[in-house]
Nanobody, 124 residues
Framework: QVPLVESGGGLVQAGGSLTLSCAAS????????MGWFRQVPGKDREFVAA????????YYADSVKGRFTISRDSAKNTVFLQMNSLKPEDTAVYYC?????????????????WGQGTQVTVSS
């Protein structure tokens, strides 16, 4: 198991910013591609962003492209999601995920490990 622990969620006004963090507990974190997903009640979990094992490749959902940035600090076993220009429709529980592959992916079934989620609420 590679426990993943998210933090950084909260309440923010529309147009504001938040940075989510996901800390992994294993030293082999560096060989894991990582992703962020989000989910609102009654809907499927949806892809937000993903990053390759070395940080050289990133993917974004069209809905967040240009506003969100995914990055990683392998020395700290941590992946980040910087969220700017937040909108009320970004309100969701955000989940961090890891997969034992160098390549990022955008489907939930591609990931092997998940965090417990952190709530992000954007008020209008």
């Amino acid at each position: 198991q590679v426990p993943l622990v998210e933090s950084g969620g909260g309440l923010v006004q529309a147009g504001g910013s938040l940075t989510l963090s996901c800390a992994a507990s294993r030293r082999t974190f560096s060989v894991y591609a990582m992703g962020w997903f989000r989910q609102v009640p009654g809907k499927d979990r949806e892809f937000v962003a993903a990053i390759s094992w070395d940080g050289g490749t990133t993917y974004y959902a069209d809905s967040v492209k240009g506003r969100f940035t995914i990055s990683r600090d392998s020395a700290k076993n941590t992946v980040f999601l910087q969220m700017n220009s937040l909108k009320p429709e970004d309100t969701a529980v955000y989940y961090c995920a890891g997969r034992f592959s160098v390549d990022p992916a955008s489907t939930t079934s591609s990931y092997d490990y998940w965090g417990q989620g952190t709530q992000v609420t954007v008020s209008s």
